[in-house]
């Protein structure tokens, strides 16, 4: 999209929350560490109650980690100042919730218009991005329209459009499709998913559904709190300015012949792969 | 753009909203006005006075009903240092009657012409010094008495009656919630002490009429240095006034007077044996029952404007907590606090202004229509008056808001994704 762009990078260590304190005290997340690239889509399944939604909120500066930091960029936003904390997630976030994205009383356009105001008006440039990222997720037609006159998946993809409108550098997603049928979950999974890899910025998805992860370039899967990542080389495919940061965040990765060989094997193990 | 856009797209509460602003408004503007007219009409005459102070007499607790002062301490008062100019007055609340029958009250003040107790005529003409029979009536009780310069009108005080032929129109307001009827001092104290009108001080008419030798009867003229107050048959008040119809040069004061006004620097705060000077402010203040309709007033609208904060503060609380999801939402995606709250801010001003606005015409209305009825309400509505209700119902409106704010900042953004807060 943007080439002069910066390409983000997002490198979780010893990423841990409890709720509460003392015998009720429950460790939702416990040392997460995992690493995601430009242009990365990653789905995070896991059974209800494994953590998923506390991870996404940490990462999406909504709760404070006990223990742990979140390196977005190589800024720990574990650090960002309470008041600076709107504006992290205004300008370098995209969420798309399960439900409510949307404002009820303005259109799909003015839900778009609202993230680009400047002191109360909404500028130009707002105006063309919002019809611009309406028609990229095909519900150009539909941007009159009050966000109770959309449909479910209209509704979503309305959203992941809102999402974008900052051009943020990660975007999350928490179960996105769970009021949709499969084919229209997958169908606004896939435009997501194209708008991450176009924009080469991180894709984050929250899902318990298998299938939908599938469409992902990679799964993390939470148990209990801990996060696995089966498949963490995988970011490593890709051109070389993603091997130039992927060299800062994983040094050792690079380190003697071994990791040719072991890109070789997990570029197989992902088949699905384009480009 | 939010706030704008949430008024339009619902109507229905925000109309709710804005019609229940205006009725508290127009409520409180109503109070407000009444409050207004009420002053006015229990004493907008002596704040229209043109004085630096007002004398009263000592014991009268500044009222005009028993301050009562003789020429020996008005030669005092006059006398007082820094007075510049001075007045007396003389004031009797009286039952008129005009032609056609009808009876009502007014409040007569008896002025002498030429000083500064003499109201500004702004229709008809002055009175002339020696003009008994004249009066000059406030312009509001002339329209709303249905009487007009040239008419008649008869008083009876103390089983003495005049006849005044009204000859100027004044506007100077009301008194004691009577119209104010200026007239000459000497039909006042005709009236009020029912004693021969003169314009020689009381204690030399003895002596001018021959019934007392000053040098021949000392003790006599002693005694007459506190004349004696007697009450004539109905017939001689007639034949005293034949016999005075040869002008003698005006003096400045004649005999008794109600109050004294006077011009002149540091005055209000003086007292001396028999009398007290005060501002006309504070005169006011003591018009009977001023001070109590002022609380009332304030009681009431103080009321209205607490009714208006609870009314605009539960409206908009409820629309918080329906909106919480989607405050929730919209602070999770990085909305501010202070843009939240300065929409919900703008909201509340944007419909309190359009509700004082159909309220202020409303009242207008209201004061115009009861204006054309005089036993109506006296409601006096003023820019001032619309000026300073419609300020306050829009901050009190906007204070209201103080706990939808506070709840608000307490919305954990977390709630978007579904979390418990
Ligand atoms: N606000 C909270 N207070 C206490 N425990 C919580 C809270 N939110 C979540 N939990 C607990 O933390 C664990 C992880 O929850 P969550 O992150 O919502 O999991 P998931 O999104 O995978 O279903 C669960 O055991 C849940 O009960
Ligand atoms: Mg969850």
């Known amino acids: ?275 | 753009m939010l706030g704008t856009r949430e008024i339009r797209r619902r109507r229905l509460p925000f109309a709710l909203i804005t019609a229940i602003i205006s009725l508290v408004s127009y409520l409180v503007m109503m109070v407000n006005g009444l409050g207004a007219g009420l002053k006015h009409v229990s004493g907008s005459a002596v704040l229209s006075m043109d004085a630096d102070a007002i004398a009263y007499s000592e014991d009268s607790g500044l009222s005009v009903l028993f301050s009562e002062f003789d020429d020996e301490t008005i030669t005092r008062i006059v006398d007082l240092p820094g007075v510049e100019q001075a007045a007396a007055i003389s004031y009797v609340p009286v039952n008129y009657k005009r032609a056609d029958g009808e009876r009502k009250p007014a409040a007569f003040f008896g002025y002498d012409p030429g000083t500064i107790g003499e109201p500004e005529v702004i229709d008809g003409r002055p009175l002339s010094y020696f003009e008994d029979d004249g009066a000059l009536v406030d312009r509001e009780f002339l329209d709303a008495a249905g009487l007009h310069v040239g008419d008649r009108i008869t008083v009876t005080v103390k089983l003495t009656s005049r006849t005044f032929t009204i000859r100027g129109v004044v506007d100077e307001g009301y008194f004691f919630f009577q119209p104010v009827v200026y007239v000459l001092r000497d039909p006042v104290n005709e009236l009020l002490h029912a004693a021969p009108p003169t314009t020689v001080p009381l204690v030399l008419q003895p002596i001018l009429a021959g019934e007392i030798d000053p040098v021949a009867d000392a003790s006599s003229a002693k005694d007459i240095g506190m004349p004696p107050v007697r009450l004539p048959h109905a017939g001689e008040v007639d034949e005293v006034k034949e016999a005075e119809a040869i002008p003698s040069a005006p003096l400045p004061f004649r005999q008794k007077a109600t109050i004294v006004l006077l011009k002149g620097d540091h005055l209000p705060g003086i007292t001396g044996a028999g009398f007290r000077l005060v501002t006309p402010q504070v005169a006011f203040h003591h018009v009977e029952g001023v001070a109590i309709q002022e609380a009332t007033v304030n009681a009431l609208s103080s009321f209205g404007y607490f009714i208006g904060a609870v009314v605009v503060g539960v409206f908009f609380y409820v629309f918080t907590i329906q909106k919480v999801q989607q405050i929730g939402m919209l602070k999770a995606i990085g909305m501010t606090n202070s843009f939240i709250i300065g929409n919900m801010l703008f909201q509340v001003a944007l419909l309190g202004a359009i509700g004082v606005g159909i309220a202020s015409a409303f009242a207008v209305a209201t004061a115009w229509f009861l204006a054309r009825y005089p036993d109506a309400a006296p409601v006096l509505v003023d820019s001032r008056t619309i000026v300073l209700t419609g300020s306050f119902v829009l901050l009190t409106a906007v204070a209201g808001t103080f706990f939808s704010a506070r709840h608000v900042m307490q919305i954990d953004p977390i709630i978007a994704l579904g979390q418990q807060q």
Do not use: C
Request: glycine share 10%; charged share 25%; net charge positive.
């Open chain 1, 1 to 275: 999209m943007n080439e002069s762009r910066f390409r983000p990078f997002l490198r979780v260590v010893g990423l841990s929350h409890s709720y509460g304190a003392g015998a009720g005290e429950v460790h939702a997340v416990k040392d997460a560490t995992f690493s995601m690239f430009p242009g990365d889509f990653v789905a995070l399944v896991g059974p209800s109650g494994s953590g998923k939604t506390t991870l996404l909120a940490m990462l999406g500066a909504l709760l404070k980690p006990t223990a742990g930091r979140i390196f977005l960029n190589g800024e720990d936003i574990g650090l960002l100042p309470g008041r600076k904390l709107a504006a992290y997630r205004r300008e370098t976030i995209g969420f798309v919730f399960q439900a409510n994205n949307l404002v009820p009383y303005l259109t799909a356009r003015e839900n778009l218009q609202m993230m680009g105001m400047r002191r109360g008006a909404v500028t130009k440039e707002a105006r063309l991005r919002a019809d611009r990222l309406l028609e990229e997720l095909g519900v150009a037609h539909r941007a009159s329209a009050l966000a109770t006159e959309l449909s479910g998946g209209e509704r979503q993809r309305v959203a992941i459009a809102r999402a974008l409108m900052n051009e943020p550098q990660l975007v999350l997603v928490d179960e996105p499709t769970a009021s949709l049928d499969s084919e229209r979950g997958r169908q606004v999974v896939e435009a997501l998913n194209a708008e991450v890899k176009a924009r080469r910025v991180l894709g984050l998805m929250v899902t318990h559904d298998r299938a939908m992860a599938s469409t992902a370039d990679r799964i993390l899967e939470m148990r209990d709190g801990v996060v696995s990542d089966q498949t963490l080389a995988s970011v490593l495919i890709g051109d070389e300015g993603q091997q130039a940061v992927a060299t800062k965040v994983q040094p050792s990765m690079w380190r003697g012949g071994a990791t040719a060989r072991r890109r070789r094997q997990l570029r197989s193990l992902l088949p699905r792969r384009r480009r």
